[in-house]
């Protein structure tokens, strides 16, 4: 017992800096997925049938396959096949941004639906264009209403970021499982890198309570 | 009245969907300074046709000139130019909910017209006190009544500089006690010139301030003229009906 | 011979191999998962203090833990206090509890949002507590739920490859050998992709047209 005490405080400094790499990883996926899914969203509610057409598709896809096989496809595959040379980190990165992207558009999507057509109708009726419209009218207020479906999304993709050990990416998991086989204390690391991903978990949900209440727009419900 | 072109002229406007035509070959012009109120049964296609006016329902068919000019390409620049000179006041006031009071009048000012954002605060702070809502500048909508909605949504509107407004029955949402403010800021804006076309079911305050009634049904426009005439005297028996009908309804309510 | 690459027999019999362990996890994973769901669920709602304690803090850790974790705990970790489980089997395990503890999140919600006028009128009329839950909250709950429980599903499929990272080889297993070994890696995992789209499609199909099936008119599905 004291034993597995004395690894696991060693070991403590080596995980915790792995929760950086973790939370890199995360941070880069989540702003991929954003700034994509905020598009794919726009393309999905306003774009002609075609653009839905293939969105859909799109979303299909990243919704349909595994996180692992597509780390594959792209690591092993893609990535010597266009003759690219990616780190494992970056590989990461990108397809957790592109997976959640698919997942943000849906948040986002629908809570562009949820807005009163009125809403566009008044931007127009001043002369703005339908690109300004969606831009300082209806953003503003579907990015609000996304805030606790995104913040579910990014619980699901902190631990997703953990799959990114299969690559080599020298996050927490990846860590705990290192120090684990040369130490021969597996359960307690498991538990430690795993009560890191729930810390990590509270906090960014936390942090988006926040900003959820700092942004909330009085009386307003939608 | 003032000038002899008119400010407004739309002929021949269509618009179905589908099989249904919801808007038959309407044709009418408006002078400056003019109010004209367009009456009739809900779904008579009232809404539409003000909607057609500034292309938020995209006519089947139809020519509208502004100021004696014709809006040819209803696309991009010519179509958001010529919107901003033509203000529209929605049934559900469809103020930007995430917005101020202030920033709602101040955003088409900014964004649109490309103003500064201190001459365009302060030219929105001055049409709130117009409609005399200065006080309640940093409230939201959501923290508005309904008559001080409509009237944020009037400020929005009369701080594009509009030559001409569109107002789709501006009180039909406003609880009884709320219209009275609404139709005074409105009497307000007919004093001050503004040459406006009106749906509304308020048919005492539409013989009050019209210059001219427009009754439609089923997307026709069935008879126009003034007030008196289409109120006591129509010529068809589909307005006189509808006119009986309606004075009746809101005889008691309308102040 | 390039293109006819994956009808050779050899790879056929790797992939169908491999597909058949991985809807060998799937299958008994989703049915303990549904199992497991619906009892911490109820038990959630309707137990004691100390129950619901319980079923809170199961729920926290099985999905406050990355699965991937759970899986190393179960494969590498349960060895040191003498429990020595297959590849298959600690997958399975892993799954299940994992899945389980999502599922109770949908029913409980589900048993929550049947109006207890509902249940006072079957009170009313007689019912025992046990028979109010089978015959009036259950049947109202089942479709509340179903949606979320039938996404879980369709999350567990693509989490079951996750299977091959303890070793137990299954469809993805398959594809990484079979790429490694004949340095196929963008043409091989496009496959095992596709497998997986299919099966997650025809999952999502199935759960769609069962939802149509318990369609009731004015229900509202989603609270």
């Avoid at chain 1, 807005?115 to 264009?129: E, F, N, T, Y």
């Avoid at chain 2, 003032?2 to 070959?25: C, F, Q």
Wanted: hydrophobic fraction near 50%.
């Amino acid at each position: 017992m004291t034993e597995s005490l004395i690894v696991l405080y060693g070991a403590l400094p080596y995980l915790l800096r792995g929760s950086l790499v973790t939370i890199a990883v995360v941070a880069g996926a989540m702003m991929l997925g954003l700034v994509f899914g905020i598009h794919l969203a726009v393309g999905q509610v306003y774009g002609g049938r075609w653009l839905r057409r293939v969105i859909g598709l799109y979303v299909w896809f990243f919704r349909g396959v595994p996180l692992l096989v597509l780390l594959f496809l792209f690591y092993f595959g893609l990535c010597s096949l266009l003759q690219i040379n990616l780190s494992a980190f970056t590989v990461s990165v990108i397809v957790l941004g592109l997976i959640s992207s698919a997942y943000q558009s849906q948040i986002f999507r629908g809570a562009i639906m949820s807005l009163p057509q009125g809403q566009l109708k008044a931007a127009r009726a001043l002369g703005m264009s339908d690109r300004k419209a969606i831009a300082l009218i209806i953003l503003p207020q579907a990015l609000r209403l996304s805030i606790p479906g995104w913040s579910n999304e990014y619980s699901i993709v902190l631990k997703d970021s953990a799959v990114a050990y299969a690559l080599g990416v020298m996050e927490m998991m990846a860590r705990a499982h290192f120090v684990a086989s040369r130490t021969y204390e597996h359960l307690p690391l498991y538990f430690a890198a795993g009560f890191l991903f729930m810390i990590l978990t509270y906090l960014g949900t936390k942090g988006l309570r926040i900003l959820e209440e700092k942004v909330r727009i009085p009386g307003y419900s939608a | 009245m003032a000038d002899t072109v008119p400010i407004l002229r739309i002929e021949h406007m269509t618009k179905s969907y589908g099989e249904k035509v919801v808007l038959k070959d309407a044709s009418l012009s408006i002078n400056k300074g003019e109010l004209k109120v367009l009456i009739g049964p809900s779904g008579g296609g009232k809404s539409t046709l003000l909607q057609c006016i500034n292309f938020l329902i995209k006519p089947d068919r139809g020519r509208i000139w502004l100021d004696g000019t014709e809006i040819i390409r209803a696309k991009g620049k010519e179509l958001y130019a010529y919107r901003q000179k033509v203000g529209m006041i929605f049934q559900d006031f469809n103020l930007f909910d995430h917005l101020t009071a202030l920033h709602n009048v101040q955003i088409g000012l900014v964004r649109v017209k490309g103003m500064q954002a201190k001459a365009a605060k302060e030219r929105a702070i001055h049409e709130l006190d117009r409609v005399g809502l200065r006080n309640h500048m940093h409230q939201y909508p959501a923290e508005l009544s309904g008559g001080q909605k409509q009237r944020v949504s009037i400020a929005r509107a009369l701080a594009m500089d509009p030559e001409i407004m569109l107002l789709d029955e501006p009180t039909s949402a406003l609880d009884p006690e709320l219209i009275s403010e609404v139709l005074d800021a409105i009497r307000a804006l007919r004093s001050s010139g503004m040459t406006m076309i009106m749906s509304t079911h308020q048919i005492g305050f539409a013989g009050e301030v019209a210059d001219e009634l427009i009754f439609l049904e089923k997307g026709l426009i069935v008879e126009t003229g003034p007030p008196a005439k289409i109120l006591y005297d129509a010529e068809y028996p589909r307005t006189r009906e509808f006119c009986s009908k309606i004075t009746e309804l809101y005889a008691n309510s309308s102040s | 011979m390039n293109e006819l690459f994956f009808l050779q027999p050899d790879i056929i019999s790797a992939l169908t191999r491999g597909l058949w362990v991985s809807v060998q996890l799937i299958i008994p994973s989703s049915l303990f998962g549904v199992i497991i769901g619906v009892t911490v669920g109820a038990l959630r709602v309707y137990g004691n203090t100390a129950i619901r304690a319980a079923g809170d803090a199961f729920v926290l850790v099985f999905r406050g833990f990355p699965l991937v974790v759970q899986l190393f705990i179960w494969y590498f970790g349960l060895p040191h206090i003498g429990i020595y489980l297959t590849p298959f089997a600690a997958s399975v395990l892993g799954f299940s509890l994992c899945s389980g503890a999502y599922q109770s999140e949908y029913v409980r919600g589900a048993f929550l949002s049947v109006k207890t006028g509902q249940t006072m009128a079957a009170r009313a009329l007689g019912f025992s507590g046990i028979k109010t839950i089978l015959f009036v909250t259950l049947p109202q709950a089942f479709r509340r739920a179903l949606p979320g429980c039938g996404n879980e599903i369709i999350y567990l499929i693509k989490y079951s490859s996750l299977a091959y990272m303890i070793t137990c080889i299954e469809l993805t297993g398959e594809g990484k050998i079979i790429a490694s070994d004949n340095f196929r890696f963008t043409e091989t995992f496009m496959v095992i992709g596709a497998i997986y789209l299919l099966l997650t499609s025809v999952a999502a199909w199935v759960i769609r047209r069962l939802e149509g099936r318990l369609y009731i008119p004015g229900f509202e599905q989603y609270s």
